[in-house]
C-alpha cells in the first residue's frame, strides 16, 4: 500500500491581503494609521503563520509525498482518499476543507495565540509527533457531523457549521417548509439555519439565545442537526408554526423556494460557493454521510 501524502492547506494572512489591496506594504500602513491601527499587529501575525509553515514543513518525512494548496484552489484540487490533510490557520480554515474531504484525517494548525482553536487545536511544535503517528495510524480521531442540502434538480451542497436558505441580500425570503407530520407550512422570513454540533457554538447559538424555548443543541459529535427559522413574519398568507426544531436522517428538513430571484443556499458563511434556490427549487437538508475526521 502506498505510503499516504500530506496536504498542507493554507490561506493569504492579513498581511498578505492587505498588501494585495493596497500595493505596497507604506500604502497599506498609511490606511490603517488613519485609522489608528498599527501596521506591526498584521506583521506579527503574518510572520507567526509563515514560521508554522516552516515548521511543518520540515516535520515532514523527506520520504513522504507533498503538496501545498491553498484556499482559493481548494474547488479545484483532487484529493486522495489516503492523504492526511494539515491546515495552517484559524477554525474557518478547517470548515472551508472539510466540505472537500471524504474521511481523510485532517490535523488543525493553529498559529500564535491570537485566538482559542477549536478546530485547528495543535500548535505547530506538535505537528511532527501528530505526523508520525498518523501515518503509522495511530492517532485519535474525532468524527464531526457534517449537514448537506440537495435540491431536485441534483445539485448537493456540503457544510461543517451549517447551511443558510433564504435570500442573498438577507432580505425577506419567500418558501414553503415542511418537518415531520406538520402539514407543508408557507413563510416569510430573514432566512432558514441548519446547524451541526460544530455550528452550533456559533450562529445557532446566538439565535438560540434570543429564544423563550428551543430546541437543546447537539454536540459536535451528535448525529443530528438544529434548525431555526429567523424572524418569521406572520400574516394571512405565512405562518409560524415550524420555526425550530431536531433534524436527523429519518426526519429531513423540506424547503421550497417561491423566491423569482435572489434564492440561495450557501454552506458555513461562503456567499460565493452558493445553490442557486430560485422559485419551484426544493431542497432536502439533513446530516450528510461524510463526518470531518478531526486528528485531536
Given at each position: 500500500?502506498?505510503?499516504?501524502?500530506?496536504v498542507v492547506v493554507t490561506r493569504p494572512s492579513d498581511y498578505e491581503s492587505l498588501l494585495a489591496r493596497h500595493g505596497t506594504r507604506e500604502q497599506a500602513r498609511f490606511f490603517l494609521s488613519t485609522r489608528g491601527q498599527d501596521i506591526a499587529v498584521a506583521e506579527h501575525g503574518?510572520?507567526?503563520?509563515?514560521?508554522?509553515?516552516?515548521?511543518?514543513?520540515?516535520?515532514?518525512?523527506?520520504?513522504?509525498?507533498?503538496?501545498?494548496?491553498?484556499?482559493?484552489?481548494?474547488?479545484?484540487f483532487l484529493f486522495e482518499p489516503d492523504d492526511i490533510v494539515v491546515c495552517i490557520g484559524q477554525d474557518g480554515l478547517v470548515a472551508n476543507v472539510a466540505k472537500y474531504l471524504a474521511g481523510q484525517l485532517v490535523i488543525g494548525i493553529l498559529p500564535g495565540k491570537r485566538t482559542?482553536?477549536?478546530?485547528?487545536?495543535?500548535?505547530?511544535?506538535?505537528?511532527?509527533?501528530?505526523?508520525?503517528?498518523?501515518?503509522?495510524?495511530?492517532?485519535?480521531?474525532?468524527?464531526?457531523?457534517?449537514?448537506?442540502?440537495?435540491?431536485?434538480?441534483?445539485?448537493?451542497?456540503?457544510?461543517?457549521?451549517?447551511?443558510?436558505?433564504?435570500?442573498?441580500?438577507?432580505?425577506?425570503?419567500?418558501?414553503?417548509?415542511?418537518?415531520?407530520?406538520?402539514?407543508?407550512?408557507?413563510?416569510?422570513?430573514?432566512?432558514?439555519?441548519?446547524?451541526?454540533?460544530?455550528?452550533?457554538?456559533?450562529?445557532?447559538?446566538?439565535?438560540?439565545?434570543?429564544?423563550?424555548?428551543?430546541?437543546?443543541?447537539?454536540?459536535?459529535?451528535?448525529?443530528?442537526?438544529?434548525?431555526?427559522?429567523?424572524?418569521?413574519?406572520?400574516?394571512?398568507?405565512?405562518?409560524?408554526?415550524?420555526?425550530?426544531?431536531?433534524?436527523?436522517?429519518?426526519?429531513?428538513?423540506?424547503?421550497?423556494?417561491?423566491?423569482?430571484?435572489?434564492?440561495?443556499?450557501?454552506?458555513?458563511?461562503?456567499?460565493?460557493?452558493?445553490?442557486?434556490?430560485?422559485?419551484?427549487?426544493?431542497?432536502?437538508?439533513?446530516?450528510?454521510?461524510?463526518?470531518?475526521?478531526?486528528?485531536?
Open positions: 500500500m502506498a505510503t499516504p501524502r500530506i503574518d510572520a507567526e503563520q509563515h514560521a508554522a509553515e516552516a515548521v511543518i514543513s520540515r516535520a515532514i518525512p523527506s520520504q513522504v509525498r507533498r503538496s501545498n494548496v491553498t484556499r482559493s484552489d481548494l474547488s479545484r482559542d482553536g477549536v478546530l485547528a487545536r495543535h500548535e505547530a511544535a506538535a505537528a511532527r509527533g501528530l505526523l508520525a503517528t498518523a501515518l503509522a495510524g495511530k492517532v485519535k480521531v474525532e468524527e464531526r457531523t457534517m449537514v448537506e442540502a440537495v435540491t431536485d434538480d441534483g445539485v448537493r451542497l456540503l457544510a461543517l457549521n451549517e447551511i443558510f436558505a433564504g435570500h442573498r441580500t438577507h432580505q425577506s425570503a419567500r418558501y414553503r417548509v415542511r418537518k415531520d407530520d406538520v402539514v407543508e407550512e408557507r413563510q416569510s422570513s430573514s432566512g432558514v439555519i441548519v446547524a451541526t454540533g460544530t455550528g452550533a457554538t456559533g450562529w445557532a447559538r446566538s439565535i438560540s439565545l434570543g429564544r423563550i424555548a428551543c430546541p437543546e443543541l447537539p454536540k459536535p459529535c451528535d448525529p443530528g442537526l438544529v434548525f431555526f427559522v429567523r424572524e418569521a413574519f406572520p400574516s394571512g398568507t405565512t405562518g409560524t408554526k415550524v420555526v425550530a426544531g431536531l433534524v436527523d436522517g429519518a426526519s429531513p428538513l423540506a424547503l421550497v423556494s417561491e423566491m423569482n430571484e435572489g434564492g440561495t443556499i450557501f454552506g458555513d458563511g461562503i456567499e460565493d460557493d452558493a445553490v442557486d434556490f430560485r422559485w419551484g427549487l426544493s431542497a432536502t437538508i439533513r446530516p450528510a454521510k461524510e463526518r470531518l475526521r478531526l486528528v485531536i
